[in-house]
């Protein structure tokens, strides 16, 4: 049956940025969300003030009723949610949903995902395209089903990852593009074109697994690429690290210069001016912006201006 949009009752699900930008265009394309669902407040900041999720806040401008469940499963929130008379539900960047939430629209539930599925499955598709040194990634929707990431497409676009982008740029690229296929994907909705193409798993597809401090720590003993595209798909957040006299350094940029050398790899070499660099398998990467821990953000040479090194055992070229 076609609707007109303000007859498609959609109630939006998500919690970042990411998400609140797929929402405000929902809205000024005309679609009529009823309600949103986000995480409940959380304490925040030294003085522990309660702080919204994105959507959260952009919900309460836009006067949408915002539902905050501590439990997806919990009978009154459940009971709320399926007083809406929902057709769809659209969830970006939110958690996983149990099947009496995903199943209850009569026109199911669907969800965007920054990667071209079935590659890169999981929590941070954006970085892991780039620590793989992936030069082509997107965005698809699809249809929500038990397993996470796994049910069938509806609408994928693809983009160009450049040599120069790290895991900001691309969440911005992706944000924009996956508002054209959330349009999409509505439109064809609207007009019952919608076609859903089964995900063919292979070998080759690549995971996203949740970053956490052991699969974000510089090593130094990969190749000068491997080491850079590290650091690019980390930043800036939540940053490549490694330990630099005795303290932790979080590195925003790095650089590769290839050299055959036989020097200890994951050592450290400085003018004490102008470079940091760190001996790889392949040549030396050089840190061009970095923090130190209890230090701010800064360029190599303002921290070598500002940090002594002198008493350091590093090998000055």
Known sequence: MHKNKSDLRIIFLGNPEFARFHLAR???????????????????????????????????????????????????????????HADLQIVIAFRMLPELVWDMPSL???????????????????????????????????????????GNLLVQKSCAIL????????????????????????????????????QHESEQDKNAPKLHPANTELRWDGTG????????????????????????????????????HTNNVGSFVTDGKSYLGVWVTDGMVHLDEIKIEGKRQMKIKDFLNGYDISHLKIKHS
């Open 225 to 260: 690429l491997e080491t850079v595209n590290l650091v690019r798909g980390l930043s800036p957040y939540p940053l490549a690290h490694s330990i630099f006299d005795q303290k932790k350094i979080q590195v925003y940029k790095a650089s590769f210069y290839p050299e055959n």
């Open 108 to 150: 199911g539930t669907f969800n965007l995902h920054a990667s071209l599925l079935p590659h890169y499955r999981g929590a941070a598709p954006i970085n892991w395209a780039i620590i793989n040194g992936e030069t082509i990634t997107g965005v698809s929707t699809f249809k929500l089903k038990h397993e996470i990431d796994t």
């Open 26 to 84: 929902i809205l000024d394309e005309g679609y009529n969300v009823v309600a949103v669902v986000s995480a409940p407040d959380k304490p925040a900041g030294r003085g522990m003030k309660l702080l919204a999720t994105p959507v959260t806040e952009y919900a309460r401008e836009k006067n949408i009723p915002c539902l905050q469940p501590a439990n997806l499963k919990n009978t009154d929130f459940l009971g709320e949610l399926k007083a809406y």
């Open 163 to 198: 040599p120069e982008d790290n895991a900001g740029t691309l969440h911005d690229k992706l944000m924009h593009l996956g508002t054209d296929a959330i349009i999409e994907t509505l439109e064809q909705v609207l007009n019952s074109e919608l076609k859903e193409i089964p």
